[in-house]
């Protein structure tokens, strides 16, 4: 039904940005939530920050003032903006997504895209 691709990852320097982006496809009339989780190595997954459909969005602490999420819903794309990134922000980052509306049903997921690796190292 629906799928969730992510692309962007890839390594930076400390210091550095990087731009996350993630494209779901399928019968989608309008989709609730659009986000980002990550999964940094041998550590639980964690929110990253989401964006809703009305416009509100939630930041992890540790990301607050440096990652930016931004979403067109025209599009049903979401991005994540990384920048000041530091070796502690490297993880496997997923696309996230809830309350997926098509034409005749609802889903209220989530969805989860394969993830892309961001690694932040000198």
């Known amino acids: 039904q629906v799928q969730l691709v992510e692309s962007g990852g890839g390594l930076v320097q400390p210091g550095g940005s990087l731009r996350l982006s993630c494209a779901a496809s399928?019968?989608?009339?309008?989709?609730?939530?659009l986000g980002w989780y990550r999964r940094p190595p041998g550590k639980e997954r964690e929110l990253v920050a989401v964006h809703t459909r009305t416009g509100s969005t939630n930041y992890a602490d540790s990301v607050m003032g440096r990652f930016t999420i931004s979403r067109d819903s025209a599009k049903n794309t979401v991005h994540l903006q990384m920048n000041e990134l530091k070796p502690e922000d490297t993880a496997i980052y997923s696309c996230?997504?809830?309350?997926?509306?098509?034409?005749?049903?609802?889903?209220?997921?989530?969805?989860w895209g394969q993830g892309t690796q961001v690694t932040v190292s000198s």
């Open positions: 399928g019968n989608i009339v309008s989709i609730n939530v």
């Open positions: 996230y997504a809830a309350g997926i509306s098509g034409p005749t049903d609802f889903d209220a997921g989530p969805f």
